[in-house]
């Protein structure tokens, strides 16, 4: 009995003893499938052994949108409660959990694979390269953060959500306030997590500092390719502060050391610096990839060369240095004193500048441009007044003695979503319409397209705009309940409301997946938006090897080019290619991971200890041993040629 009472739900309700029953349920189904469809090889062949960046991204993009899912039903579940006054549809311990995890969900485990799974899709193809520079590495980097992600997940039904806050603040965080384990999921999925992301970051600026095709210069390179440079070079710079500071919180929890204790020699508001030196960066490592989708729909559906490509890529550079100068504004309200809360404020605002420009040159490259209306157009275009309200209220933000009326309420919640979702989730979604064809050979529907973009602007707009409102007369963020005399209800209904007008939009998404698989043409070639890039240039479905023949670059545009003006792209003869052989290993390493993970959540020592063994005999197993890859032959690169339409010779 004292086994199971160590992995006990501290706080459990009907609603999580029903998760357990379908989670359980899944797990069977899937297991049966596999085994009656006789997949199990398939499944290991293909996918769990894989080192293709193409499928690396495609497993990204899976476990991204059932994250978003995952994370849209806390978000439901919160609006739900606050939706009317004095409601007992969630306990304060309850509602603690759900928008704890719902913030970490949506930003560790939705945004980044999101953003990571058009990094890994796209990139080499954008440069012209036969893949990543470590695809070895690349994958573990997925494993790695899945197996983070799994870890956080089995947190309700296996001892607790954290219930600390996204941000896990100390004192909160510690054990005197937060006794069960869930925090320590926090800490160790993230972390496993982490390192996952910035293996990604070290892999994917070597990959474009390295791989590119012969001619493209750093000034040739596409918006998406370039935004994928910068936030990669801020993820190397700040994840190593988080994995520090995960470091130090998981040391005060397991091993009672005072780092971030308000007694005994440690400092709570170490924890906090330390969080949002990363956690500021963090934003725009998730918004200038997405700004790089942006660029690149824009251009190709105004027909257009992307205006002022040199100041789009100085201003992403500035972006980037600027963002880790910001931090500090997360807490103007803690007693910083004036001369640091003046230097944050003034570097908060200096931030819009930049940000600015990127507006200009989009709306620039529209001017007087063909533009057609498609579904990716109509998420860029629906972004970017959408985006500039956000940006707005964070200058209001930005303004230190100002914030002492917003911070810490319901308008601050508004203004993160008023970037996040237009500016990440908007860009997500247009990026995956846009590359779908070449993901996978098929468009998806136009039309139930449209109504999703309509429904989720409405609904955006309906969930999150009263809560401006409802902050400035006072109303708290994290605050489970009010009573009616305070006047939020119908503002918190509306909220309500959005929100399920938004459900009912994602909603639509699963169902035109759905629809597109069975009715969506499947002749529709291989560049079928008329794209401007270099990744247009591949057959569909991609083969293994992305090009026959290494293309060669004259211009920012070289497809383009290619098609309009005649130039050359691809003028070599076809010669045999090297590629990496697939692997086990990352896999079963990173499994070793999780129950490392799982052992260290419940200071399971024995374990901890074993499979610390296995991670560094995995790893000593990598050091010995002798796998130099294989060569595809000409025969074999003339025959796929021949069924994904003909090398472009």
């Not at 999580?16 to 899937?30: K, P």
């Not at 602007?457 to 009616?484: C, H, K, N, W």
């Not at 529709?524 to 890039?533: K, Q």
């Amino acid at each position: 009995m004292e086994f199971f009472e160590r992995f006990a739900i501290p706080h459990p309700s009907p609603a999580i003893y029903v998760s357990m029953v379908v989670i359980g349920l899944t797990v069977i189904a899937i297991i049966a499938g596999l085994t009656y469809f006789k997949k199990w090889g398939y499944l290991w062949r293909e996918w769990l052994t894989t080192v293709d960046h193409k499928r690396i991204g495609l497993m990204y993009l899976i476990s991204a949108l059932l994250m978003l899912f995952r994370g849209g039903v806390d978000a439901i579940m919160m609006r739900a409660q606050l939706a009317t006054p004095d409601s007992k549809l969630l306990d304060a311990q309850h509602y603690n959990e759900i928008f704890t995890t719902h913030g970490v969900v949506m930003i560790i485990f939705m945004a980044m694979p999101f953003i990571f799974a058009f990094m890994n899709y796209i990139v080499p193809l954008q440069i012209g390269a036969r893949d990543v520079a470590f695809p070895r590495l690349n994958a573990i980097s997925f494993w790695l953060f899945f197996m983070g992600a799994m870890l956080f997940n089995i947190s309700f039904v296996i001892g607790g959500s954290p219930d600390a806050g996204w941000t896990s603040y100390f004192p909160l965080a510690g054990t005197e306030f937060s006794k069960s384990v869930g925090t320590n999921y926090y800490m160790i999925a993230i972390q496993i997590s982490g390192l996952g992301s910035l293996m990604t970051g070290i892999n994917m600026i070597t990959t474009i500092m390295k791989m590119r095709a012969p001619g493209m210069t750093l000034m040739k390179m596409p918006m998406f390719t370039w935004a994928t440079l910068v936030a990669n070079l801020i993820i190397v710079t700040v994840f190593p502060v988080l994995t520090v500071a995960l470091a130090m919180g998981t040391m005060d929890r397991l091993f009672a050391t005072n780092f971030f204790t308000s007694s005994n020699g440690g400092m709570d508001m170490l924890w906090a610096n330390l969080f949002w030196v990363w956690g500021h960066p963090e934003v725009y490592i998730l918004i200038l990839p997405a700004f790089g989708i942006y660029s690149e729909i824009i251009s190709t559906f105004s027909s257009k060369n992307l205006y002022g490509y040199k100041s789009m890529v100085a201003s992403m550079v500035i972006i980037s240095v600027l963002s880790c100068l910001v931090w500090a504004h997360h807490f103007f309200t803690m007693g910083q004193g004036a001369a640091s809360n003046s230097f944050f404020s003034i570097t908060t605002m200096a931030i819009a500048v930049p940000t600015g420009v990127k507006i200009f040159n989009w709306l620039f490259t529209m001017w007087k441009g063909k533009i057609r209306f498609t579904v990716p157009m109509l998420y860029s275009i629906g972004f970017i007044p959408l985006f500039t309200i956000g940006g707005v209220t964070g200058v209001m933000l930005a303004m230190s003695a100002a914030d002492y009326q917003y911070h810490n309420t319901m308008f601050l919640v508004a203004h993160f979503h008023n970037t996040i979702i237009p500016g990440v989730v908007f860009a997500m979604l247009a990026g995956l319409t846009y590359y779908w064809p070449k993901m996978f050979g098929f468009m998806l529907n136009e039309r139930i397209g449209k109504w999703t973009f309509w429904l989720l602007s409405i609904g955006f707009v309906l969930a999150f705009f009263p809560m401006y409102i409802t902050g400035l007369d006072g109303q708290a963020r994290r605050m489970y309940t009010y009573s009616e005399a305070t006047g939020f209800g119908t503002l918190n209904m509306i909220s309500f409301i959005g929100a399920g007008i938004m459900g009912i939009a994602f909603a639509l998404i699963v169902y035109n997946v759905y629809y597109s698989i069975r009715y969506s043409p499947r002749n529709i070639g291989s560049d079928p938006w008329d794209a401007r890039t270099l990744e247009w240039a591949t057959n569909t479905p991609v083969p293994e090897y992305n090009f026959a023949v290494t293309p060669q670059v004259n211009s920012i545009q070289p497809f383009w080019d290619s098609k309009k003006k005649g130039h050359v792209l691809f003028p070599a003869k076809l010669d045999k290619i090297h590629m990496p052989n697939n692997s086990g290993m990352p896999f079963i390493l990173c499994s070793i991971f999780f129950v490392w993970g799982f052992s260290f959540v419940f200071a399971i020592w024995p374990l901890v200890i074993l499979s610390t063994l296995g991670i560094f005999a995995c790893l000593a197993l990598r050091s010995f041993e002798k796998d130099h890859g294989r060569y595809i032959s000409v025969e074999e690169i003339k025959e796929t040629e021949e069924k994904t339409g003909g090398a472009k010779l």
